[in-house]
Structures are given as structure tokens and as C-alpha cells.
């Protein structure tokens, strides 16, 4: 059975994380907890989370990558993609799945593959603690949690 790869960052740079992800070819596959319909606005909630925080951690936004094998990836629906984030934020555990966040699909290189960009502090003012060491458990998704719930062996033959 094929796996996905999953690795997770964590960045200071709000503005230069998304435009990292806007100056690729990329498309916006989905987004979570956010209101406006436009990236600058999106970029704006994100922002007003961020500044909520008064602790001592400098680096707020988690940068989360997702390959599926490049055989997988040119097959998957556009439902597939839309799904994959909200699979790993689930699993990701704690309040993450309630934190804003833009997924991007990139095609630019010769595997398709999505990027997160998720703000680590939650409209409360709180940041995100992994209940796990975040880059082991973010490679443990991809590899056992994400596949079962595309339903993939039926749907691509």
C-alpha cells in the first residue's frame, strides 16, 4: 500500500510563509476556520490570531507539507485534496483542527504535493501544543492514517 510523506515546520513569518506558497504554482486546495474569500484577507485573520499571543515563542505558524507518491498524486480527485488536510489535522490531535489555516496544491514540480499554512495560535490566544514530538507524528500520519480514509484501492483502478 503506498504512503503519504508528511513533515511539519514551524515558521515566524506569516506573510512569508503564504507567499512562499503563492509564488509557486500552486492553487488554494482548501481552507479551514477562515472567513474571507481572498488570500489578503485570510492573510489578515491569520495575522489578528497571531498577535493575540503573549507567550515567549517566536516561531507561530506551522508550514505542513503532504506528498502522496508521484503515481498517486496526478490521480487524486479534487475531493481527495480538500480531504487530505482535514484527515491531518484531525489526527494532528489537540485544538489544531480549530486553527486557521490555507492548504495550497502545487504542481510546479513533476510530483503533486500540498502545503499548510496554519496559524499555531487559536482565535483565543492560545498556542498549539503537540501531545507528540510534532515532526515524528506528522510522519506517522502520512505513512499509517491518511491513505485508509481516501478510500483509494476502489475509486482509482
Request: charged residues 20%; hydrophobic residues 35%; aromatic residues 8%.
Amino acid at each position: 500500500t503506498s504512503t503519504m510523506v508528511c513533515k511539519i515546520s514551524r515558521n515566524r513569518s506569516l506573510g512569508d510563509t503564504i507567499n512562499y506558497n503563492l509564488k509557486e504554482l500552486s492553487q488554494v486546495v482548501t481552507k479551514e476556520n477562515l472567513l474571507g474569500i481572498f488570500i489578503e484577507e485570510n492573510r489578515k485573520e491569520m495575522a489578528l490570531d497571531i498577535a493575540k499571543f503573549n507567550g515567549r515563542a517566536a516561531n507561530l505558524v506551522a508550514h505542513v507539507k503532504i506528498s502522496p507518491p508521484i503515481s498517486l498524486g496526478r490521480k487524486l480527485t479534487e475531493e481527495h485534496w480538500q480531504l487530505i488536510p482535514k484527515i491531518y489535522l484531525h489526527h494532528m490531535g489537540g485544538t489544531l483542527n480549530t486553527h486557521k489555516s490555507i492548504w495550497f496544491k502545487h504542481t510546479d514540480k513533476n510530483h503533486y504535493h500540498i502545503h499548510g499554512v496554519i496559524s499555531c495560535i487559536s482565535p483565543e490566544g492560545k498556542i498549539y501544543r503537540a501531545l507528540e514530538n510534532e515532526l515524528v507524528f506528522s510522519r506517522y500520519i502520512g505513512k499509517h492514517l491518511i491513505m485508509p480514509y481516501l478510500n483509494l484501492e476502489s475509486s482509482l483502478d
